[in-house]
């Protein structure tokens, strides 16, 4: 059974930072990409970020770039979201998305996600 | 980047009734690279459908979708209590994903 269990998130204060981690097993990690993808209370689902398999190609949404830096260790199956200059409008919850292949481009959905952390970010 | 909108915003409707779910793309979604998703209060997404009409891994055949270019529909033939959720729509054919904003299926 795939499984993907996030951790890390709390309460932070603006200009703070964090570090997300995310859990998986059930799967072969290192055969397929991996994203986050974040939802403001009440709010609908943005792809905030997203690595290869291999983990050498990363995407960042315009708004994290230079802020948050994705990454992950195949050996040890987790996944990394560093987050710093924390914003008020990034309190959200980050979920945990597996890609249904090895790169994130074009073709790529998320085929599992965990339930999520909740990051808050206020003064 | 793809802007998706979903119509209707919220759809109420009675257990056994059929609910028709639309999403529109501001222009052609490549290869009809177009899933839908299921989201519970307190639970992460669902993956219902991929490539526009493909059932993902045990989904009911209550859920099927279609489509193609900028106009696609998800249909779910007769609603179940476990139905009532909201669903979202996603296109994969243009990096970076972009998400509709939701339809909330609600008990009428």
């Known amino acids: 059974e795939v499984q993907l269990v996030e951790s890390g998130g709390g309460l932070v204060q603006p200009g703070g930072s964090l570090r997300l981690s995310c859990s998986a097993s059930?799967?072969?990690?290192?055969?397929?990409?991996m994203y986050w993808v974040r939802q403001a209370p009440g709010k609908g689902l943005q792809c905030v970020s997203a690595?290869?398999?291999?983990?050498?190609?990363?995407y960042y949404v315009d708004s994290v770039k230079g802020r948050f830096t994705i990454s992950r260790d195949n050996s040890k199956n987790t996944l990394y979201l560093q987050m710093s200059s924390l914003r008020p409008e990034d309190t959200a919850v980050y979920h945990c998305?597996?890609?249904?292949?090895?790169?994130?481009?074009?073709?790529?959905?998320?085929?599992?996600w965990g339930q999520g952390t909740l990051v808050t970010v206020s003064s | 980047e793809i802007a998706l909108t979903q119509s209707p915003g919220t759809l109420s409707l009675s257990p056994g009734e059929r609910a028709t779910l639309s999403c529109r793309a501001s222009q052609s979604v490549r290869n009809t690279y177009l899933a839908w998703y299921q989201q519970k209060p307190g639970q992460a997404p669902r993956l219902l459908i991929y490539?526009?009409?493909s059932r993902a891994t045990g989904i009911s055949d209550r859920f099927s979708g279609s489509g193609s270019g900028t106009d696609f529909t998800l249909t779910i033939s007769r609603l179940e209590p476990e139905d009532f959720a909201v669903y979202y729509c996603?296109?994969?054919?243009?990096?970076?994903?972009?998400f509709g904003q939701g339809t909330k299926v609600e008990i009428k």
């Open positions: 690595i290869s398999n291999n983990g050498i190609s990363a």
């Open positions: 059930g799967f072969t990690f290192s055969d397929f990409a």
């Open positions: 490539g526009a009409s």
């Open positions: 996603q296109q994969y054919g243009n990096s970076p994903w972009t």
């Open positions: 998305v597996r890609g249904a292949a090895a790169g994130y481009g074009s073709g790529s959905y998320g085929d599992y």
